[in-house]
């Protein structure tokens, strides 16, 4: 049968009814960390989707942290839908219209913490496999859902998944996050800088009995608006933008109340976002000769890389790329590219196990992490099917 056909009675049997319905149901599970964490999505996942014909397995993370695979299908040469179950916590909830967890439908759209990012987006993937399962009965190509832990921490789930070899064999992957539905071919890359100034402690009537490390730490803090200048000159990606260096912690002090006590140490952190083509071991480089040109008399420092993760860049002529391409085709939906502002488990999944990756998915993607979140329904749907049709083309 005519592949074109296929995809499109498979995107045709999404459904709508039970996507909206499994992703309430899955809003309606707390899953940030620390706190309840992701096992209670997988104790819900798992059994829904081995009624539905899935071979699952746990993957135990790490204690209360699982991930869940589910397959359709045996054979190299498939697809993996990725999507991952933990979400940030929701914050104060007065600041909160509808209830956080509530799952709320209002014109048009599905309320609650973690409907855009990305629970929607794990149940249109869901609900697309049960499609394709239902146009192409056990393909011959594996169909895998990766569905992971931990992505809005140290991505330890996605980590775990490659190196246990559950990406081996495949010929991409979709990451299902809110980027507007649009084809994101490339993503940024991240460093995450903790810098520790040590210092020597003294009363603060007496600073020259001490050594002060917070003037140097404030100095190295500074100097960052300048090296980030430098940088951007180097690089501006036309999907991605600027590269961007950003202080986000900054620890000091000797203890509560102790205003008049000189710290002996300083912490800051600093997140570092870049564009393909940006060494990261030469931006290490400068950013230690700037901490040590911060430094004052009496002063020492250490800086530590506790996390990289290289910007990725996805060829069109891949086999993935003119999959989704041909479903947005076949979908009548818009072909428009764009870029991932931030790290996801894609990063991994390309930097690690080599696979091509596209990032695509329903959502603003400045709707997640804020009070009042949301998934648009016909966003939601849409996506659906396109992950549908895309994983036809990708598997018959």
């Known amino acids: 049968m005519d592949k074109n056909h296929l995809a499109l009675q498979a995107a045709q049997a999404v459904d709508t009814d039970e996507l909206i319905r499994l992703t309430q149901e899955l809003v309606r599970i707390p899953s940030y960390f620390p706190g309840p964490g992701e096992a209670p999505v997988v104790d819900f996942l798992e059994p829904y989707l081995r009624a539905r014909g899935f071979a699952t397995t746990v993957q135990e993370v790490a204690p209360g942290r699982p991930n869940l695979i589910a397959d359709l299908g045996q054979g190299p040469g498939g697809l993996i839908l990725e999507g991952h179950t933990d979400v940030v916590t929701h914050g104060n909830p007065d600041q909160w219209t509808v209830p956080p967890y509530e799952a709320r439908i209002v014109e048009g759209k599905i309320y609650g913490r973690g409907a855009c990012d990305m629970k929607g987006g794990l149940a249109a993937a869901i609900v697309a496999a049960q499609a394709v399962r239902q146009v192409l009965g056990e393909p011959h190509k594996t169909l895998r859902l990766c569905i992971p832990c931990d992505e809005e921490g140290l991505m330890i789930g996605i980590k775990a998944f490659v190196r246990a070899g559950y990406a081996e064999g495949f010929a991409g992957a979709i990451i299902c996050e809110p980027e507007e539905n649009q084809v994101c071919l490339w993503q940024k890359g991240a460093m995450r800088v903790w810098v520790r100034f040590q210092g020597k402690m003294a009363h603060g009537a007496m600073p020259y009995a001490g050594a002060n490390p917070i003037p140097s730490a404030a100095r190295f803090t500074a100097e960052l608006g ?171």
């Open 226 to 396: 300048k090296l980030q200048a430098l940088l951007q000159a180097e690089s501006v990606h036309p999907h991605l933008g600027k590269p961007w260096i950003t202080p986000t912690v900054f620890q000091a002090g000797a203890g509560e109340g102790q205003f008049n006590v000189i710290p002996d140490q300083v912490k800051v952190g600093v997140d570092i976002r870049t564009n393909p083509g940006q060494d990261h071991r030469a931006i290490e480089a400068r950013l230690r000769q700037v901490l040590e040109e911060s430094l004052e008399v009496g002063v020492h420092a250490t800086l530590e890389v506790f996390e990289d993760r290289p910007a990725t860049q996805t060829s069109r002529e891949t086999l993935l790329v003119q999959a989704v391409e041909q479903g947005l085709a076949l979908l009548s939906m818009p072909l428009r590219y764009g870029g991932v502002p931030g790290a996801t488990d894609g990063t991994f999944l390309w930097a690690w196990a080599g696979l091509p990756i596209v990032t695509i998915g329903p959502g603003g993607r400045t709707i997640p992490h804020q009070a009042d979140e949301y998934i648009e329904i016909e966003a939601l749907v849409a996506a659906a099917r396109l992950y549908a049709a895309s994983s036809v083309f990708m598997l018959y």
